[in-house]
């Protein structure tokens, strides 16, 4: 189970962070991600992190978002600074281990730039 949190209201060029907590048997070694769905539009990819820590970016956020986690606490954060008006969506989590084909996503939280 993938719990996410902290989503909320900010004003454009403001900052906000996301967590997203995962709970019961998720293995490992896995790759935690974010992806956001705005209103009227497709899912897409924010970013994504390894258990060694490596990550990318989509080209909309490279610069201004980073992903981190915590192995210990099963947890993967994302900070969202210089936010700007289209990044307002629900963010979901996701988790996906290397092996088998299960993946998992949370219930996602929802994240309001407005100028």
């Known amino acids: 189970q993938l719990q996410a949190s902290g989503g909320g209201e900010v004003q454009v060029g403001g900052s906000l962070g996301v967590s997203c907590a995962a709970s019961g048997r998720m293995f490992s070694p896995n790759i935690m991600a974010w992806y956001r769905q705005a209103p009227g539009k497709a899912r897409e990819f924010v970013a994504r992190i390894t258990t060694s820590g490596a990550s990318g970016y989509a080209d909309s956020v490279n610069g201004r978002f980073t992903i981190s986690r915590d192995n210990a606490k099963d947890t993967v954060y994302l900070q969202m600074n210089s936010l700007r008006p289209e990044d307002t969506a629900v963010y979901f989590c996701?988790?996906?281990?290397?092996?088998?084909?299960?993946?998992?996503w949370g219930q996602g939280t929802l994240v309001t730039v407005s100028s």
């Open positions: 996701y988790l996906r281990p290397y092996t088998g084909t299960n993946f998992y």
